[in-house]
Protein backbone atom coordinates (compact mmCIF):
# COMPACT_ATOMS: atom_id res chain seq x y z
CA UNK A 1 0.00 0.00 0.00
CA UNK A 2 2.83 2.36 0.86
CA UNK A 3 4.76 1.49 -2.27
CA UNK A 4 1.41 2.86 -4.50
CA UNK A 5 1.43 5.73 -2.25
CA UNK A 6 5.20 7.06 -3.03
CA UNK A 7 4.07 6.14 -6.52
CA UNK A 8 1.18 8.13 -6.80
CA UNK A 9 2.83 11.08 -5.12
CA UNK A 10 5.37 11.10 -7.65
CA UNK A 11 3.24 11.07 -10.41
CA UNK A 12 1.65 13.80 -9.27
CA UNK A 13 4.96 15.54 -8.47
CA UNK A 14 5.61 14.79 -12.09
CA UNK A 15 2.43 15.94 -13.47
CA UNK A 16 2.57 18.95 -11.76
CA UNK A 17 6.33 19.57 -12.45
CA UNK A 18 5.38 19.44 -16.48
CA UNK A 19 2.48 21.85 -16.12
CA UNK A 20 4.80 24.39 -14.61
CA UNK A 21 7.15 23.89 -17.47
CA UNK A 22 4.53 24.23 -20.25
CA UNK A 23 3.50 27.59 -18.21
CA UNK A 24 6.62 29.21 -18.10
CA UNK A 25 7.04 32.30 -20.27
CA UNK A 26 8.77 31.97 -23.30
CA UNK A 27 9.82 33.20 -26.68
CA UNK A 28 9.88 37.14 -27.53
CA UNK A 29 7.83 39.15 -29.33
CA UNK A 30 8.92 42.79 -31.02
CA UNK A 31 6.24 45.61 -31.78
CA UNK A 32 7.35 48.43 -33.41
CA UNK A 33 5.73 52.01 -33.08
CA UNK A 34 6.43 55.09 -35.22
CA UNK A 35 7.87 56.97 -31.98
CA UNK A 36 10.01 56.04 -28.88
CA UNK A 37 8.77 57.76 -26.01
CA UNK A 38 9.31 60.78 -24.52
CA UNK A 39 9.72 59.28 -20.96
CA UNK A 40 8.64 56.05 -19.30
CA UNK A 41 7.25 58.67 -16.02
CA UNK A 42 3.51 57.60 -17.07
CA UNK A 43 2.34 60.90 -15.37
CA UNK A 44 4.48 62.76 -17.09
CA UNK A 45 3.36 62.36 -20.71
CA UNK A 46 0.58 61.90 -22.81
CA UNK A 47 1.12 60.05 -25.82
CA UNK A 48 0.01 56.91 -26.39
CA UNK A 49 3.61 55.48 -27.29
CA UNK A 50 4.78 56.00 -24.46
CA UNK A 51 1.62 54.58 -21.88
CA UNK A 52 1.50 51.44 -24.37
CA UNK A 53 4.97 50.67 -23.38
CA UNK A 54 4.06 51.46 -19.58
CA UNK A 55 0.95 49.32 -19.84
CA UNK A 56 3.36 46.56 -19.90
CA UNK A 57 4.86 47.69 -16.45
CA UNK A 58 2.11 49.68 -15.03
CA UNK A 59 -1.33 48.87 -13.57
CA UNK A 60 -3.58 51.45 -12.92
CA UNK A 61 -7.09 50.86 -10.20
CA UNK A 62 -9.31 50.14 -13.05
CA UNK A 63 -9.01 49.09 -16.90
CA UNK A 64 -10.87 48.84 -19.84
CA UNK A 65 -11.49 45.53 -21.68
CA UNK A 66 -10.88 44.23 -25.70
CA UNK A 67 -14.55 45.50 -25.78
CA UNK A 68 -13.69 49.16 -23.54
CA UNK A 69 -15.68 47.87 -20.48
CA UNK A 70 -14.56 49.30 -17.51
CA UNK A 71 -13.30 46.10 -15.19
CA UNK A 72 -11.46 46.59 -11.57
CA UNK A 73 -7.82 45.86 -11.89
CA UNK A 74 -5.74 46.74 -8.55
CA UNK A 75 -9.07 47.97 -7.55
CA UNK A 76 -11.06 44.66 -6.07
CA UNK A 77 -14.58 45.99 -7.15
CA UNK A 78 -15.34 48.86 -9.47
CA UNK A 79 -15.06 52.50 -6.79
CA UNK A 80 -18.05 53.28 -5.24
CA UNK A 81 -19.54 56.96 -4.83
CA UNK A 82 -20.27 57.37 -0.59
CA UNK A 83 -20.99 61.41 -0.58
CA UNK A 84 -21.20 63.93 -3.55
CA UNK A 85 -17.48 64.50 -3.57
CA UNK A 86 -15.98 61.15 -1.85
CA UNK A 87 -14.91 57.40 -3.63
CA UNK A 88 -14.48 54.51 -1.69
CA UNK A 89 -11.92 52.17 -3.54
CA UNK A 90 -11.21 48.61 -1.89
CA UNK A 91 -7.87 47.13 -3.00
CA UNK A 92 -6.82 43.87 -4.74
CA UNK A 93 -4.78 41.62 -2.00
CA UNK A 94 -1.59 39.71 -2.65
CA UNK A 95 -0.20 42.39 -5.59
CA UNK A 96 3.56 43.35 -5.11
CA UNK A 97 5.70 45.49 -7.29
CA UNK A 98 8.16 44.10 -9.23
CA UNK A 99 11.13 45.51 -6.39
CA UNK A 100 9.38 43.36 -3.96
CA UNK A 101 7.07 46.25 -2.19
CA UNK A 102 3.62 45.28 -1.01
CA UNK A 103 0.62 47.39 -3.42
CA UNK A 104 -1.26 49.14 -0.71
CA UNK A 105 -3.16 52.30 0.34
CA UNK A 106 0.13 53.79 0.74
CA UNK A 107 0.62 53.04 -3.34
CA UNK A 108 -2.69 54.74 -3.80
CA UNK A 109 -2.10 57.86 -1.87
CA UNK A 110 1.47 58.05 -3.26
CA UNK A 111 0.68 57.95 -6.77
CA UNK A 112 -2.49 59.91 -7.07
CA UNK A 113 -1.35 62.74 -4.71
CA UNK A 114 1.43 62.90 -7.27
CA UNK A 115 -0.26 62.77 -10.22
CA UNK A 116 -2.71 64.98 -9.53
CA UNK A 117 -0.40 67.92 -7.50
CA UNK A 118 0.50 70.61 -9.58
CA UNK A 119 3.63 71.94 -8.10
CA UNK A 120 4.79 68.57 -9.31
CA UNK A 121 4.34 70.30 -12.80
CA UNK A 122 3.90 66.94 -14.33
CA UNK A 123 2.44 66.80 -17.64
CA UNK A 124 -0.38 63.97 -17.09
CA UNK A 125 -1.73 66.60 -13.99
CA UNK A 126 -4.31 68.47 -15.68
CA UNK A 127 -6.39 65.24 -15.87
CA UNK A 128 -6.42 64.85 -12.41
CA UNK A 129 -7.16 68.50 -11.03
CA UNK A 130 -10.80 67.51 -9.41
CA UNK A 131 -8.87 65.47 -7.13
CA UNK A 132 -8.13 66.95 -3.69
CA UNK A 133 -7.09 64.16 -1.39
CA UNK A 134 -6.74 60.60 -0.82
CA UNK A 135 -7.94 59.03 2.70
CA UNK A 136 -6.08 55.54 3.60
CA UNK A 137 -8.91 53.85 5.71
CA UNK A 138 -6.99 50.83 5.98
CA UNK A 139 -4.43 48.80 4.61
CA UNK A 140 -6.61 48.08 1.88
CA UNK A 141 -8.93 50.65 1.48
CA UNK A 142 -8.94 54.33 0.61
CA UNK A 143 -11.39 57.29 0.12
CA UNK A 144 -10.79 59.84 -3.23
CA UNK A 145 -11.84 63.14 -2.15
CA UNK A 146 -12.95 65.42 -4.86
CA UNK A 147 -12.92 69.59 -4.75
CA UNK A 148 -15.76 68.86 -6.37
CA UNK A 149 -17.90 66.04 -7.64
CA UNK A 150 -16.86 64.27 -10.61
CA UNK A 151 -18.80 62.26 -12.79
CA UNK A 152 -16.00 60.52 -14.55
CA UNK A 153 -13.24 59.73 -11.72
CA UNK A 154 -13.85 55.88 -12.22
CA UNK A 155 -12.89 56.91 -16.13
CA UNK A 156 -9.95 58.68 -15.20
CA UNK A 157 -8.62 56.37 -12.68
CA UNK A 158 -8.25 53.89 -16.19
CA UNK A 159 -5.58 56.29 -17.64
CA UNK A 160 -1.78 55.40 -17.68
CA UNK A 161 -0.98 58.57 -15.96
CA UNK A 162 -3.27 56.90 -13.04
CA UNK A 163 -0.15 54.42 -12.74
CA UNK A 164 0.26 52.98 -9.15
CA UNK A 165 3.76 53.46 -8.11
CA UNK A 166 5.64 51.97 -5.02
CA UNK A 167 5.98 54.76 -2.13
CA UNK A 168 9.08 53.77 -0.57
CA UNK A 169 11.21 53.60 -3.74
CA UNK A 170 9.98 56.47 -5.63
CA UNK A 171 9.55 58.77 -3.10
CA UNK A 172 11.36 62.48 -3.20
CA UNK A 173 12.18 60.90 -6.64
CA UNK A 174 12.57 63.47 -9.40
CA UNK A 175 10.66 62.49 -12.92
CA UNK A 176 14.05 61.63 -14.71
CA UNK A 177 14.25 59.29 -11.84
CA UNK A 178 11.36 57.21 -12.28
CA UNK A 179 11.65 57.16 -16.36
CA UNK A 180 15.58 55.73 -15.45
CA UNK A 181 13.81 53.03 -13.20
CA UNK A 182 10.25 52.26 -13.92
CA UNK A 183 8.86 49.85 -11.31
CA UNK A 184 5.24 48.54 -11.90
CA UNK A 185 3.54 45.52 -10.99
CA UNK A 186 2.57 45.14 -14.22
CA UNK A 187 3.22 41.41 -16.13
CA UNK A 188 6.19 42.85 -17.24
CA UNK A 189 9.68 44.30 -15.84
CA UNK A 190 11.95 47.08 -17.12
CA UNK A 191 15.31 45.49 -18.24
CA UNK A 192 16.85 48.37 -20.28
CA UNK A 193 15.94 51.61 -22.77
CA UNK A 194 18.47 51.96 -25.46
CA UNK A 195 17.38 55.24 -27.08
CA UNK A 196 16.01 55.69 -30.17
CA UNK A 197 16.50 51.71 -30.57
CA UNK A 198 14.21 49.91 -27.93
CA UNK A 199 12.93 48.84 -24.70
CA UNK A 200 13.08 45.53 -23.37
CA UNK A 201 10.88 43.51 -20.95
CA UNK A 202 11.00 40.88 -19.13
CA UNK A 203 8.01 38.50 -17.51
CA UNK A 204 7.33 38.94 -13.75
CA UNK A 205 7.43 35.90 -12.29
CA UNK A 206 5.66 36.80 -9.29
CA UNK A 207 3.13 38.90 -11.81
CA UNK A 208 -0.66 38.50 -9.36
CA UNK A 209 -2.95 37.95 -12.93
CA UNK A 210 -0.89 34.79 -13.89
CA UNK A 211 2.67 34.20 -15.37
CA UNK A 212 2.41 36.04 -18.68
CA UNK A 213 3.06 33.21 -21.95
CA UNK A 214 5.59 35.86 -23.78
CA UNK A 215 9.07 36.11 -21.77
CA UNK A 216 10.46 38.99 -23.40
CA UNK A 217 8.69 41.76 -25.04
CA UNK A 218 10.49 44.92 -27.27
CA UNK A 219 9.48 48.02 -28.48
CA UNK A 220 11.34 49.52 -30.88
CA UNK A 221 10.43 52.83 -33.19
CA UNK A 222 10.61 53.05 -36.54
CA UNK A 223 9.43 56.21 -37.39
CA UNK A 224 9.22 55.37 -41.72
CA UNK A 225 6.19 53.36 -42.53
CA UNK A 226 8.11 51.44 -45.36
CA UNK A 227 10.58 50.81 -43.56
CA UNK A 228 8.23 49.47 -40.62
CA UNK A 229 6.43 46.96 -42.98
CA UNK A 230 9.44 45.55 -44.68
CA UNK A 231 10.31 45.19 -40.88
CA UNK A 232 7.25 43.23 -40.67
CA UNK A 233 7.64 41.14 -43.90
CA UNK A 234 10.99 40.05 -43.49
CA UNK A 235 10.17 38.56 -39.84
CA UNK A 236 12.20 41.57 -37.72
CA UNK A 237 9.21 42.46 -36.03
CA UNK A 238 6.13 40.97 -34.83
CA UNK A 239 3.51 43.59 -34.94
CA UNK A 240 3.46 47.25 -36.63
CA UNK A 241 1.43 50.07 -35.79
CA UNK A 242 0.08 52.59 -38.27
CA UNK A 243 0.13 50.91 -41.34
CA UNK A 244 -0.37 52.75 -44.20
CA UNK A 245 -3.47 52.46 -46.18
CA UNK A 246 -1.85 51.84 -49.70
CA UNK A 247 0.22 49.24 -48.44
CA UNK A 248 -2.65 46.83 -46.78
CA UNK A 249 -3.04 44.84 -49.73
CA UNK A 250 0.27 43.86 -49.50
CA UNK A 251 0.04 42.87 -45.80
CA UNK A 252 -2.94 41.20 -46.21
CA UNK A 253 -1.58 38.78 -49.45
CA UNK A 254 1.39 38.09 -47.57
CA UNK A 255 1.60 34.31 -46.42
CA UNK A 256 3.43 34.87 -43.24
CA UNK A 257 1.55 38.28 -41.89
CA UNK A 258 -1.96 39.80 -41.23
CA UNK A 259 -4.00 43.11 -40.80
CA UNK A 260 -5.53 43.51 -38.06
CA UNK A 261 -7.97 47.06 -38.21
CA UNK A 262 -10.30 48.89 -35.52
CA UNK A 263 -12.14 51.83 -35.63
CA UNK A 264 -10.30 54.38 -33.52
CA UNK A 265 -11.10 56.60 -30.94
CA UNK A 266 -8.38 59.03 -32.29
CA UNK A 267 -9.26 61.87 -34.14
CA UNK A 268 -6.66 63.79 -36.19
CA UNK A 269 -6.89 67.74 -35.96
CA UNK A 270 -5.50 71.00 -37.14
CA UNK A 271 -4.70 73.17 -33.88
CA UNK A 272 -4.96 76.99 -33.89
CA UNK A 273 -3.02 79.43 -32.16
CA UNK A 274 -5.32 82.44 -30.91
CA UNK A 275 -3.04 83.40 -27.21
CA UNK A 276 0.05 83.24 -26.55
CA UNK A 277 0.81 81.64 -23.27
CA UNK A 278 3.71 81.83 -20.97
CA UNK A 279 5.80 78.78 -19.18
CA UNK A 280 2.98 78.46 -17.08
CA UNK A 281 0.55 77.93 -19.76
CA UNK A 282 -1.28 81.11 -18.68
CA UNK A 283 -2.26 83.55 -21.06
CA UNK A 284 -0.49 86.67 -22.21
CA UNK A 285 -2.48 88.52 -24.69
CA UNK A 286 -3.88 87.10 -28.12
CA UNK A 287 -1.52 85.47 -30.69
CA UNK A 288 0.50 87.88 -32.99
CA UNK A 289 -0.57 86.90 -36.27
CA UNK A 290 -3.55 86.75 -38.34
CA UNK A 291 -5.62 83.03 -36.70
CA UNK A 292 -6.04 85.56 -33.06
CA UNK A 293 -9.09 86.54 -35.89
CA UNK A 294 -12.10 83.75 -35.43
CA UNK A 295 -12.13 84.67 -39.32
CA UNK A 296 -9.22 83.96 -40.29
CA UNK A 297 -9.73 80.14 -38.20
CA UNK A 298 -12.97 80.12 -39.98
CA UNK A 299 -11.99 80.57 -43.47
CA UNK A 300 -8.82 77.73 -43.08
CA UNK A 301 -11.62 75.76 -42.06
CA UNK A 302 -13.74 76.16 -45.02
CA UNK A 303 -10.57 76.13 -47.03
CA UNK A 304 -9.86 72.11 -46.67
CA UNK A 305 -11.47 69.20 -48.10
CA UNK A 306 -10.73 66.48 -45.83
CA UNK A 307 -13.15 64.14 -47.77
CA UNK A 308 -10.24 64.33 -50.70
CA UNK A 309 -7.80 63.69 -48.18
CA UNK A 310 -9.36 60.62 -46.78
CA UNK A 311 -9.52 59.43 -50.37
CA UNK A 312 -6.61 60.49 -51.56
CA UNK A 313 -4.27 60.12 -48.90
CA UNK A 314 -5.80 57.01 -46.50
CA UNK A 315 -7.55 55.29 -49.23
CA UNK A 316 -10.83 56.03 -47.90
CA UNK A 317 -9.74 54.44 -44.27
CA UNK A 318 -11.32 57.30 -42.10
CA UNK A 319 -14.12 58.80 -40.73
CA UNK A 320 -15.28 62.54 -41.19
CA UNK A 321 -15.98 64.37 -37.93
CA UNK A 322 -18.04 67.37 -36.77
CA UNK A 323 -15.82 67.66 -33.53
CA UNK A 324 -13.12 65.91 -32.07
CA UNK A 325 -15.95 63.44 -30.77
CA UNK A 326 -16.62 59.63 -32.16
CA UNK A 327 -19.46 58.78 -32.28
CA UNK A 328 -18.10 56.17 -29.35
CA UNK A 329 -17.84 59.37 -27.05
CA UNK A 330 -19.55 60.62 -24.29
CA UNK A 331 -20.87 64.27 -25.42
CA UNK A 332 -21.15 63.01 -29.39
CA UNK A 333 -24.02 65.03 -30.85
CA UNK A 334 -25.17 63.37 -34.20
CA UNK A 335 -27.01 66.86 -35.71
CA UNK A 336 -23.74 68.38 -35.94
CA UNK A 337 -22.77 67.82 -39.75
CA UNK A 338 -18.40 67.74 -40.89
CA UNK A 339 -17.92 71.27 -42.50
CA UNK A 340 -17.88 71.05 -46.40
CA UNK A 341 -14.58 72.92 -48.15
CA UNK A 342 -16.43 76.53 -49.40
CA UNK A 343 -13.64 78.36 -50.99
CA UNK A 344 -15.87 81.42 -51.46
CA UNK A 345 -16.66 81.80 -47.95
CA UNK A 346 -13.02 81.14 -46.96
CA UNK A 347 -12.40 84.21 -49.64
CA UNK A 348 -15.66 86.24 -48.00
CA UNK A 349 -14.14 85.41 -44.48
CA UNK A 350 -10.56 86.83 -45.13
CA UNK A 351 -11.93 90.08 -46.70
CA UNK A 352 -13.82 90.45 -43.71
CA UNK A 353 -10.92 90.08 -41.46
CA UNK A 354 -9.06 92.66 -43.26
CA UNK A 355 -6.86 89.98 -45.56
CA UNK A 356 -8.20 89.85 -49.17
CA UNK A 357 -5.13 89.29 -50.70
CA UNK A 358 -5.08 86.34 -48.36
CA UNK A 359 -2.55 85.17 -45.49
CA UNK A 360 0.70 83.61 -44.80
CA UNK A 361 0.80 80.72 -42.20
CA UNK A 362 3.03 77.87 -41.06
CA UNK A 363 2.09 74.78 -40.34
CA UNK A 364 3.98 72.86 -38.02
CA UNK A 365 3.40 68.49 -37.91
CA UNK A 366 5.05 65.51 -36.98
CA UNK A 367 6.20 62.70 -39.02
CA UNK A 368 6.03 58.76 -38.40
CA UNK A 369 3.44 59.27 -35.56
CA UNK A 370 0.39 58.75 -37.00
CA UNK A 371 -0.75 56.97 -40.14
CA UNK A 372 0.50 59.32 -42.81
CA UNK A 373 0.37 62.14 -40.85
CA UNK A 374 3.17 63.67 -43.33
CA UNK A 375 1.37 63.27 -46.59
CA UNK A 376 -1.69 64.35 -44.50
CA UNK A 377 0.00 67.65 -43.69
CA UNK A 378 1.21 68.15 -47.30
CA UNK A 379 -2.20 67.63 -48.81
CA UNK A 380 -3.45 69.94 -46.27
CA UNK A 381 -0.76 72.50 -47.01
CA UNK A 382 -1.84 72.61 -50.69
CA UNK A 383 -5.27 73.09 -50.22
CA UNK A 384 -4.68 76.01 -47.62
CA UNK A 385 -1.87 77.74 -50.56
CA UNK A 386 -4.58 76.97 -53.53
CA UNK A 387 -7.33 78.56 -51.05
CA UNK A 388 -5.43 81.98 -50.69
CA UNK A 389 -3.84 81.23 -47.25
CA UNK A 390 -0.52 80.49 -48.35
CA UNK A 391 1.51 77.80 -46.08
CA UNK A 392 4.33 76.48 -44.92
CA UNK A 393 5.02 73.28 -44.07
CA UNK A 394 7.43 71.88 -41.07
CA UNK A 395 7.49 68.55 -39.97
CA UNK A 396 9.85 67.39 -37.01
CA UNK A 397 10.36 64.21 -35.62
CA UNK A 398 7.66 63.69 -32.71
CA UNK A 399 9.65 63.86 -29.00
CA UNK A 400 11.61 66.60 -30.68
CA UNK A 401 8.07 68.01 -31.65
CA UNK A 402 6.36 67.61 -28.27
CA UNK A 403 9.29 68.80 -26.14
CA UNK A 404 10.69 71.83 -27.92
CA UNK A 405 7.08 73.43 -29.46
CA UNK A 406 3.84 72.12 -28.80
CA UNK A 407 5.01 71.84 -24.93
CA UNK A 408 6.41 75.06 -24.61
CA UNK A 409 3.75 76.74 -27.06
CA UNK A 410 5.96 77.62 -30.39
CA UNK A 411 4.44 75.37 -32.32
CA UNK A 412 2.04 77.77 -34.09
CA UNK A 413 0.20 79.31 -35.52
CA UNK A 414 -0.92 76.02 -36.84
CA UNK A 415 -0.41 72.62 -35.30
CA UNK A 416 -1.23 69.07 -36.52
CA UNK A 417 -1.89 66.59 -33.51
CA UNK A 418 -3.87 63.33 -32.76
CA UNK A 419 -6.03 63.03 -29.76
CA UNK A 420 -7.33 59.59 -28.21
CA UNK A 421 -8.39 59.18 -24.81
CA UNK A 422 -9.55 56.07 -23.17
CA UNK A 423 -12.13 57.62 -21.37
CA UNK A 424 -14.16 58.03 -24.34
CA UNK A 425 -15.45 61.36 -22.83
CA UNK A 426 -15.71 65.07 -24.18
CA UNK A 427 -14.06 66.18 -21.18
CA UNK A 428 -10.60 64.67 -21.73
CA UNK A 429 -10.77 65.97 -25.01
CA UNK A 430 -12.00 69.35 -24.47
CA UNK A 431 -10.17 70.14 -20.65
CA UNK A 432 -6.80 68.86 -21.60
CA UNK A 433 -6.64 70.34 -24.94
CA UNK A 434 -9.05 74.15 -24.56
CA UNK A 435 -9.43 74.84 -21.03
CA UNK A 436 -6.81 77.33 -20.08
CA UNK A 437 -4.35 76.96 -18.52
CA UNK A 438 -2.68 73.80 -20.05
CA UNK A 439 0.51 72.63 -21.65
CA UNK A 440 -1.40 71.97 -24.85
CA UNK A 441 -3.92 74.62 -25.08
CA UNK A 442 -3.36 78.06 -27.11
CA UNK A 443 -6.75 79.61 -26.88
CA UNK A 444 -8.45 81.41 -23.73
CA UNK A 445 -12.19 81.57 -24.11
CA UNK A 446 -13.97 82.37 -20.43
CA UNK A 447 -17.19 81.42 -21.94
CA UNK A 448 -15.81 77.97 -22.70
CA UNK A 449 -13.96 77.79 -19.55
CA UNK A 450 -17.09 78.26 -17.80
CA UNK A 451 -18.81 75.58 -19.11
CA UNK A 452 -16.05 73.05 -19.09
CA UNK A 453 -15.99 73.98 -15.74
CA UNK A 454 -19.72 72.97 -14.68
CA UNK A 455 -19.59 69.84 -17.44
CA UNK A 456 -16.84 68.57 -14.90
CA UNK A 457 -19.06 68.58 -11.29
CA UNK A 458 -22.24 67.74 -13.12
CA UNK A 459 -23.35 64.24 -12.07
CA UNK A 460 -26.75 64.06 -13.75
CA UNK A 461 -25.99 62.06 -17.10
CA UNK A 462 -28.56 63.84 -19.44
CA UNK A 463 -28.04 67.47 -18.01
CA UNK A 464 -24.49 67.20 -18.64
CA UNK A 465 -24.78 65.77 -22.02
CA UNK A 466 -26.97 68.78 -22.81
CA UNK A 467 -23.62 71.14 -21.37
CA UNK A 468 -21.14 69.30 -23.46
CA UNK A 469 -23.53 69.23 -26.67
CA UNK A 470 -23.79 73.81 -26.04
CA UNK A 471 -19.74 73.36 -25.96
CA UNK A 472 -19.89 71.69 -29.17
CA UNK A 473 -21.67 74.42 -30.60
CA UNK A 474 -19.42 76.99 -29.11
CA UNK A 475 -16.37 75.44 -30.25
CA UNK A 476 -17.35 75.31 -34.02
CA UNK A 477 -17.99 79.04 -33.96
CA UNK A 478 -14.89 79.86 -31.74
CA UNK A 479 -12.84 77.44 -34.59
CA UNK A 480 -9.85 77.01 -31.81
CA UNK A 481 -8.93 73.80 -33.82
CA UNK A 482 -9.95 72.35 -37.37
CA UNK A 483 -10.93 68.23 -36.82
CA UNK A 484 -10.52 66.37 -40.02
CA UNK A 485 -11.05 62.92 -39.10
CA UNK A 486 -11.52 59.85 -36.87
CA UNK A 487 -8.83 57.80 -37.64
CA UNK A 488 -9.01 53.53 -38.44
CA UNK A 489 -6.48 52.15 -36.91
CA UNK A 490 -4.39 49.35 -39.17
CA UNK A 491 -1.80 46.99 -37.53
CA UNK A 492 0.03 44.31 -39.42
CA UNK A 493 1.35 41.43 -37.22
CA UNK A 494 3.65 38.11 -37.65
CA UNK A 495 0.45 34.75 -38.17
CA UNK A 496 2.84 33.18 -35.96
CA UNK A 497 1.33 35.85 -33.30
CA UNK A 498 -2.69 35.22 -31.65
CA UNK A 499 -3.55 38.75 -31.33
CA UNK A 500 -6.44 41.32 -31.90
CA UNK A 501 -6.12 45.09 -32.41
CA UNK A 502 -8.07 47.10 -30.38
CA UNK A 503 -9.80 50.32 -30.58
CA UNK A 504 -8.26 52.37 -27.82
CA UNK A 505 -5.12 51.61 -29.61
CA UNK A 506 -3.63 49.83 -26.16
CA UNK A 507 -1.13 46.90 -27.49
CA UNK A 508 -0.95 44.57 -24.24
CA UNK A 509 1.64 41.36 -24.43
CA UNK A 510 0.02 39.96 -21.62
CA UNK A 511 -2.70 39.33 -23.73
CA UNK A 512 -0.46 37.37 -26.82
CA UNK A 513 0.35 34.55 -27.57
CA UNK A 514 2.27 32.64 -29.89
CA UNK A 515 1.15 29.99 -31.55
CA UNK A 516 4.21 27.87 -31.48
CA UNK A 517 4.98 28.53 -28.32
CA UNK A 518 8.32 30.41 -29.07
Do not use: C
Given at each position: ?A?W?A ?5 A?LI???GA????PA????I ?6 T?L??MN??E??A?NV ?6 T???RDA?L?L???L????PK ?7 E ?5 GV?F???E ?8 F??ER????A???R ?6 P???V ?13 KP?P???NA??FRQ?A?Y???E??GKE ?6 NP ?7 F????K??E???E?FSD??GG ?11 I??D ?7 Q???I????N ?12 P ?5 TAP ?8 I?TH??DKD???T???NGP???KRV?Q????A ?10 L??K ?6 M??S????F ?5 PIK???A????L???A ?5 V?I?L??P?G ?10 A???QLTK?G???TL?T??F??Y?N?M ?5 A?P?W???W ?7 E?VY ?7 N?FV??H?E????L ?10 K?R ?5 R?N????E???AVPL????D ?14 D ?5 Y ?8
Open positions: MHRTLVVFVLAAAAAAGKVIAQGVDPTDMQQTPSGAQMFELVESTKPAAAEMLVSPTTWIKLRRKHNGEFNAESVKSLVSNPNKLGSSSFAIDREIVDPLMVRVHTKWILTLSAMPPKYATAAVSRIGTGPYKVRWADEIVMAYWVPKIKTVVFKPPDAVRVAALNGEDVAVIPPHLANIIEKHKIFLSSIRTIQLMYQMHKPGPYTADRAIAHIDADEIIKSVDGAVRVATLTMHFGDPSLKQDLKTKKLTQGFPNGEVNGQRYVRDKEVAEVAGAIKTRFEVNLNVYVHKGVLIGGTPTVDATVPLFKSPINWNDFNGAEAAQAEMDEKLAMYHIKLWIETPYQQILYGANKRLAWKARSELIKADMALKDGK
